[in-house]
């Protein structure tokens, strides 16, 4: 018989799992103040570089300009920007219910996997912009038209994932469980799923930008409010801080849908199936 473990020995092999992950914490602050502190020096580096040079404010605005532009224009940017983030999160919220069945699908049919599938591939080489204007047409001026451009740029990237995430499971997990007696439906949910995970969050957090960039063109083509709309403005009336400001605030936006699926990621699975361990993913515009 095999000897029970020591008191000692578990204390011992305690002690240096807690101690892995304090170094874990130290080095993942770390790495955020290393990132923190280049971010930060980028700003001065820019701001000096404006001042230095006397860069005119149309040309290159300096941090101070863009900041003062924001908050000179805060709720203006606020509303537009509350649109916009409804747009895309609803893009977003859409790309993920289709986009997941639509792979699981694609898996299971041989049929969806020699014609749909190239279909659409193949579907990504049409510009998002030349579609813009025919949802337009089809679905008016309101938000239907962002939330579908929004939609058609963000499943790819959540489609491909699921495919290439479920097809990765080992054969020998599968058949392991069919000779104990398993069903399909077991096997999917207890070893396919699981084994997909990482593949079908990284392809989330793609989307989650790319949502995004869609509600930004539905909004260059058509509409009264958002920020698209507002760059246009902006654009037209020559206020190059603001447009600027836009730019931040588009970037933050993108920041935050995809820092809320990193958090669903990080509360979901553990830590060995996080994407952000694996680096897979996979995505097009």
Do not use: C
């Not at 996080?274 to 993913?281: E, L, V, Y």
């Amino acid at each position: 018989m095999a000897q029970r473990q020591a008191p000692s020995d578990l204390t011992a092999a305690a002690s240096a799992r807690a101690g892995r992950r304090r170094l874990s914490i130290v080095g993942q602050l770390w790495d955020g103040l290393l990132i923190a502190g280049a971010f930060v020096g980028l700003i001065v580096l820019w701001q000096i570089a404006t001042t230095a040079f006397a860069i005119p404010s149309y040309i290159l605005p300096s941090p101070l300009e863009i900041i003062a532009a924001i908050a000179g224009d805060w709720l203006r940017l606020l509303q537009n920007a509350l649109v916009t983030f409804g747009e895309a999160a609803a893009g977003f919220a859409i790309s993920i219910v289709v986009g997941i069945p639509l792979g699981v699908l694609i898996i299971y049919s041989k049929w969806l996997q020699r014609i749909l599938y190239p279909l659409l591939v193949a579907s990504q080489s049409i510009p998002k912009v030349a579609l813009a204007p025919i949802f337009v047409v089809w679905f008016g001026f309101g938000p239907l038209p962002k939330v579908l451009i929004a939609f058609s740029i963000a499943f790819f990237a959540i489609v491909v994932n699921t495919v290439v995430g479920l097809s990765r499971t080992p054969p020998e997990m599968i058949h392991l469980m069919r000779s104990l007696g398993a069903r399909p439906m077991q096997i999917f949910f207890r070893v396919r799923v699981p084994m997909a995970m990482p593949y079908i969050f990284a392809g989330i957090k793609i989307s989650a930008a790319f949502s995004v960039v869609g509600a930004i063109v539905g909004e260059f083509i058509a509409a009264s409010s958002g920020l698209g709309y507002l760059q246009l403005v902006a654009d037209n009336n020559f206020q190059i801080p603001l447009l600027f400001g836009i730019l931040v605030l588009l970037s933050v936006m993108g920041a935050v849908l995809y820092y809320i699926v990193v958090l669903i990621e990080w509360i979901a699975l553990p830590p060995p199936l996080r994407s952000t361990d694996t680096g897979q993913g996979h995505g097009t515009l």
